[in-house]
Every structure is written in C-alpha cells, then in structure tokens.
C-alpha cells in the first residue's frame, strides 16, 4: 500500500514570507499523480495543484509551486509571499492505480503570522 | 459547473441511534463518489467509494454502510451509531482521474 508521509506537523511563518511544506511519498511504479489540497478552519477541502509524475516540468499556481523530485520520492509545497487566508492545514495527497482513490498524509498546520 | 453538497451540515445523535448522510453532485455525470471521515482534525480515511450506480467498495470494516441509488446520489448510513463514529465525513467526486472535488462535510458529533 501506498504511504505518504508529511513530517511538519505544524509550521509558522510570518506574512509575506515563503514557507515550504515537505511531503514524501512511497510507490514502486512510475505513473501516479500528486496534489496538495489546504483545508481552512471553514474544513472546506480545497484543491490547491496537481503534478503528473510523468512531467519533469514542476507544477505552478500562482504563489503556490512544487519541488517534485522523482527520484527521491519528494513533492514539497512552496508558498510565496504568505498572505494571513493561507492559514490552513495543507495535506499532500497521492493517486495510483484503478478506481481513482488518493491516499492522504497527515497534514501540516500552517499559521501565517501578521 | 459542477457542485457538491453534503447534509446536514451538524448533527448531534445519541449512542444507538440511526444516521443517514446525504451527498449529492450537480453538473456532471457518472462521477466517482467517495467518502471520508476525518477525525480529530487531522488525516483523511476514506471509509467507501462507488464508481457507479449499487457498486460500492469498502475500505475499512466499520458500523457504516453507503448506497449510491442515483447516479448523483451517495448515503452513508448506520444502523446503530457507537461513540467512535463521532467525526467530521466529507463527500467527494471525480470524473476518471485523481483530481477530488470534496463537500462541505457533515460534523457529527455521538453522545
């Protein structure tokens, strides 16, 4: 089964700053999907970005961008210029295989500090 | 565009009682529809999700049972509610890929 696991339990930084948030993952197959999704204190579950293993090329969405290293099973959330709405707990999330399910980390707890 | 909503948003149930939890989507069809449940504020497990109409897969043995009897449509059940099925459960739906599309959720708290 696949693990993925999110070693920040909790991390701060303050306003206007960057922040990466680190996730590792274990699979022995080459095709899989990544995401991160950030559940605000609403516990909306939102879909922040997305990488396709099979593309070298790292994901980006405006402040929010990844460092996908394949080899080393890495895919870490950069955020940009923190704004005080990114405070949420951030979850990595990783698909493979049939029926389309994702297997969530635990989750980091981001406060953004004014 | 398509949207999901989950019912009803809090609910408080004493030990021994039924549930029932509604999800639906809009805009789409034949989507694949999951549920989770996610306690104490961290981690996500997924407990069912069906990839069409009466075909449900679980995950995790458990007191909770789901259906699917639309398309659009997916319940989450119990006969008898325990302590443990206190929880936050949340909805969520694709199309044939990974990327998730989740509800509101449902805080159920069983006293």
């Known amino acids: 089964a696949q693990t993925v696991t999110q070693s920040q339990p909790e991390m701060s930084v303050q306003e206007a700053e960057t922040v990466t948030l680190s996730c590792t993952y274990d699979?022995?197959?080459?095709?899989?999907?990544l995401f991160w999704y950030k559940q605000p204190p609403s516990r909306q579950m939102i879909l922040v970005i997305r990488?396709?293993?099979?593309?070298?090329q790292n994901a980006t969405e405006n402040r929010f961008s990844v460092n996908f290293q394949k080899a080393a099973k890495s895919f870490s959330l950069k955020i940009s210029d923190s704004q005080l709405g990114d405070t949420a707990m951030y979850f990595c999330?990783?698909?493979?295989?049939?029926?389309?399910?994702?297997?969530f980390g635990k989750g980091t707890l981001l406060t953004v500090n004014p | 565009s398509q949207t999901i909503h989950q019912w009803p948003a809090t609910l408080v149930q004493p030990v021994g009682s039924p549930l029932s939890l509604e999800c639906t989507v809009e805009?789409?069809?034949?989507?694949?529809l999951y549920w989770y449940r996610q306690a104490a504020g961290r981690g996500l497990q997924l407990l069912f999700y069906?990839?069409?109409?009466?075909?449900i897969s679980s995950e995790v043995p458990q007191n909770l049972s789901a259906s699917r009897p639309q398309d659009r449509q997916f319940i989450l059940s119990s006969k008898k509610l325990l302590l443990s099925d206190s929880g936050f459960y949340l909805c969520?739906?694709?199309?044939?890929?990974?990327?998730?599309?989740f509800g509101p959720g449902t805080r159920l708290t069983v006293t």
């Open positions: 999330a990783f698909g493979q295989g049939s029926n389309y399910k994702l297997t």
């Open positions: 990488q396709e293993a099979y593309k070298q």
């Open positions: 069906s990839v069409g109409i009466g075909q």
């Open positions: 969520a739906w694709s199309m044939d890929n990974y990327e998730q599309y």
């Open positions: 805009g789409t069809s034949n989507p694949n």
């Open positions: 699979t022995s197959e080459s095709n899989y999907y």
